[in-house]
């Protein structure tokens, strides 16, 4: 079974590595909204739905997000090094 977190708990992280915060990140388009999007979704186990209203958008926008954010991975090493970052970063607060 596995372990959700909250979204605070998820959003820190994330925060940490990049210095922005989730109103920031909320106004970017592209790879740290998309990668904030999918670690909601895989880690947080928050649905698509929620995360559309976090983000101040439709649903399918946040799945497309996502699936964008596979093609991305693959080419931007630097992005592919931020979502390890953040998630190692999670890996350490499990007693939070």
Do not use: W
Not at 8 to 22: A, D, F, H, S, V
Not at 67 to 88: G, I, N, S, T, Y
């Amino acid at each position: 079974m596995q372990r959700y977190r909250a979204k605070e708990e998820i959003i820190r992280p994330i925060e940490k590595e990049t210095g922005k915060n989730l109103e920031e990140i909320k106004t970017q388009k592209g790879g740290l909204r998309q990668l904030t999007m999918d670690v909601l979704y895989r880690i947080g186990g928050i649905k698509g739905v929620e995360i559309g209203r976090i983000f101040d958008v439709h649903y399918s926008t946040v799945s497309q997000g996502r699936k964008r954010l596979l093609e991305k991975l693959q080419k931007d090493r630097k992005l592919r090094e931020l979502l390890d970052c953040v998630e190692k970063g999670l890996s350490l607060c499990l007693s939070l």
